[in-house]
């Protein structure tokens, strides 16, 4: 669609500009401040330029250990949900009943982890996985796996994965589901007289239609992820030891907890640019998708969706999204 | 649509496995706190509603719960209002800055809470609105705003520029245009985004919890602390989180033909 030049639309989006200015600039800037100053109590702040950035990115001082270890943490967790949640949620997908009351039965009972508040769900697990009451680690022991996610630092891994996965894989799973339903149903009968298999018609047909939401699937599960706190600060309080400790637990301990405002606001700092970093990357990756299937549209009039050549649509069940 | 072999079997045991913990949350509320310390049972021998009863009688327990409906619906109102023209404007504009300034508030809705948390707490303390449901409403504005516009976004570029043009030729003024025609048009974008708003800011913990001390307190917040004082109490826990579950589950009801669309941000 053409969208007109039009400068008065600022004037509708002035007031989510100031909300949002409100709520992100203002304390971003007292972040900034913070975070070259060193403060000893009494609200005395000291100039301390560059040199907490300098501590942060050094690994052998205290600070810049503990940030680059959970920094590292943060990664591994973020790519193992990613690399499970991903295929899983898609197999789900799949799954979903074709039509009937099964249908929205499912959807509700996918939904329903997301709509749990994060400390209830870290409580779930919390409660789910101790050995002495929980059903999960009773069953678990008393099959003589000896499993106790307070003292051992690969069950307390294995926990904070599971619990994410319980938590999060519907949404890549509905994310999925909107993609596949967006389908028509003659690519699938030209499939049919092509006599494709199954996996040529995921291939070729499922696949490129979830593109687009497995990319905003992909982008809020790795955002998310990076960002956790609540779940696993409830379940291992980052332990045992400092082996669940992730970014946001860290940036905590240390603003909330110990009240170093400098370190604190220096993470912080450090911590929001790789976040917009990531951000962006995703974010020229999805309009570029966007501008190039407009481009391909456009060079086709008939506006004719080719899964490839082989699956083409034999022309009485031509789709009609020219029309629509 | 195509699914595939076995995928009965794969539904089901997903759902189970999406279910389990639930239902021992459940199971334990119901529970008396010897029954769950001394024995492993499947389901309660001796069910009793006490705990629940506890909750609904001590108004330390269910004023969080108002608390936080409370600043949830405020921000759910501020955010849909500041959102709906907003997305009329992305959606049929372009503007000076249009692409950065859907990129900055992107960011935001991915910033991580715990970087907002100390200056947060900074800010509303200066203006006076520490411990009121108005800071946590603004607070969670952050990432609401963002998301809200996003999926109002996809809502309102289904609607045909045609509808707009022979409106204005017809004389309606633009706010009138706005209430009459798209709002009604996008009605269920609307419930969508409402939705999630009100999803988003119902899970969030800790923003709720640095920006409330007494007063406005959330029950999640209440629910951590007044637990580990009191030595575990498992039962009353296991209520109360129980209880965290269903404005959620309601909710659901309501928009579960769009959940899916709602979660690609209204655009498929």
Known sequence: MDKTVNQKAWFLVLPVFLVVAFSAVLPLMTVVN??????FGNNQ???????????????STDLGGRFLASLGRNLFFSLVILAIEVPLGIVVALSMPREGWTVAACLIILALPLLIPWNVVGTIWQIFGRPDIGLLGYVLNAIG???NYVSNEVDAWVTVIVMDVWHWTSLVALLCYAGLKSIPDAYYQAAQIDGASRWAVFKAIQLPKMNRVLLIAVLLRFMDSFMIYTEPFVVTGGGPGNSTTFVSIELVKIALGQFDLGKAAALSLVYNLIILIVCWIFYTVMTNAGVERKVQTESEPAAEPKPSAALKPVPALKPKEGVA | MH??????????LFLV???????WLVNMS????????STMTLWPHTPTL???????????????????LEYVVLNTIISISVALPAAYAFSRYRFLGDKHLFFWLLSNRMAPAAVYALPFFNLYSAIGLFDTPWAVALAHCIFNVPLAVWILEGFVSGVPREIDETAFLDGYSFPRFFIKILVPLIASGIGVAAFFCFMFSWVELLLARTLTSVQAKPIAAIMTRTVSAAGMDWGLLAAAGVLTIIPGALVIWFVRNYIARGFALGRV
């Open chain 2, 50 to 68: 006490q705990h629940y009863k506890r909750i609904f009688t001590d108004e330390s327990w269910y004023s969080g719960y108002i608390n936080s």
């Open chain 1, 45 to 59: 702040f000291f100039w301390n330029g560059v040199g907490w950035f300098k501590e942060l990115l050094d690994p």
């Open chain 2, 17 to 23: 496995f999406l279910l389990l913990p639930i239902y």
């Open chain 2, 30 to 37: 119901f529970k008396t706190n010897s029954e769950i310390v």
């Open chain 2, 3 to 12: 699914s595939i072999p076995g995928r009965r079997l794969i539904m089901g």
């Open chain 1, 145 to 147: 796996i000896d499993y």
């Open chain 1, 34 to 39: 913070y975070s070259m100053q060193d403060t």
